[in-house]
């Protein structure tokens, strides 16, 4: 994993290159003389920087349709952004964890493998205090969960599941199915701690409080569709579902939906003065003529001109011509 630089360090280093301890050209110097890069042969890099890339684009997908999920349900505006995407080995992943935590594993019957969901303790409870009609605190002291929590908590992972599947619905389906949740990280081994996994972290924010969600995706795991964690097949992709039979889906239920349409005879002008004094067999002179043509509304917006008469027993009017102000989309 690249090094990144802490506040503290970033000021060091702007105040030495300010009194002239540190100057810009030695740093450039090392720079150029830093053309080897460290390998660590013991844990290989797998996954490639394209399909770091489409991983991290999938799941910001994944952040935004969770946020709409969680609002809902939490009755409160969820702020969820992705922060990262890491590839390090599963012993890394699990001592990084704390403990307690909630962890879910899941397996990925599309894919014959298994992932890990871990949730960090302040959000699992900042989510129980939600839920339960309070308003989510942070610094919620640690204490092992009930099985009442546990019970609404994993009504909430499974369809964070379902979110999670319809985010990978361009790339392939995962069919997430949770198997059993678990408090102590060092209970959960799906993989050898060697292997390398990917590691998408997700920052949750609820009412005051905030907390991490991870989603441990072994390597094994995406051997199936390694091919398909490009930028290009997703957006390829997700054009045809587009242009087939999404279109085709689309089409049906705007054929099937109800829209209003209001003939507008005409506008008048009074006081309400004039409104309040109002009495049967009062006339109030319209803008238009007899003889004019009226608007004819569909939703709110004018699309037709017409001219109004009667059809049997029913008043009706006949489309004589189309609005002019609604070329442009008016």
Not at 2 to 7: D, H, K, N, W
Not at 240 to 256: N, P, T
Request: with cysteine; proline share 5%.
């Amino acid at each position: 994993m690249a090094e990144v630089l802490s506040q503290a360090e970033i000021d060091v280093l702007l105040a030495a290159l300010s009194n002239g301890s540190v100057s810009v050209e030695h740093i450039k110097q090392e720079e150029e003389e830093k053309r080897v890069r460290v390998y660590d042969f013991k844990r290989p890099n797998r996954f490639s920087k394209e399909q770091i890339r489409t991983l991290s684009m999938l799941h910001d997908n994944f952040a935004r349709l969770l946020s709409t999920f969680l609002s809902a349900q939490l009755r409160a505006p969820a702020r969820i952004s992705l922060l990262s995407v890491q590839e390090m080995t599963y012993d890394e992943f699990i001592r990084s964890v704390p403990n307690p935590t909630l962890m879910a594993i899941t397996t990925l019957k599309q894919l014959g493998g298994q992932m890990v969901v871990e949730m960090n303790p302040t959000l699992a409870f900042a989510l129980i205090e939600r839920l339960f009609g309070g308003k989510a605190t942070p610094g919620a002291g640690l204490r092992p969960l009930t099985d009442i929590e546990l019970a609404v908590l994993e009504r909430i992972l499974v369809r964070l599941l379902a979110v999670l599947d319809e985010a990978w619905s361009h790339v392939s389906a995962l069919k997430p199915e949770l198997d059993r949740l678990e408090t102590n990280p060092q209970f959960v081994q799906i993989i050898s701690p060697s292997e390398m996994v990917a590691l998408v972290s997700i920052k949750v924010e609820v009412d005051a409080a905030e907390g991490l969600l991870n989603l441990c995706f072994p390597y094994l795991v995406f051997k199936p569709v390694a091919a398909k964690l490009s930028a290009h097949h997703w957006f390829s992709t997700m054009e045809q579902g587009v242009s087939g039979g999404g279109k085709e889906v689309l089409s049906r239920s705007l054929a099937r939906t109800d829209v209003p349409v209001v003939a507008l005879l005409g506008r008048a002008g009074i006081t309400v003065r004039e409104l309040l004094n109002l009495q049967v067999g009062d006339v109030i002179e319209l803008e238009n003529r007899a003889g004019d043509e009226i608007q004819v509304l569909v939703g709110s917006r004018p699309k037709f001109l017409a001219r109004p008469g009667q059809v049997g027993r029913h008043l009706g009017v006949q489309i004589t011509a189309r609005y002019k102000g609604d070329e442009n989309g008016g």
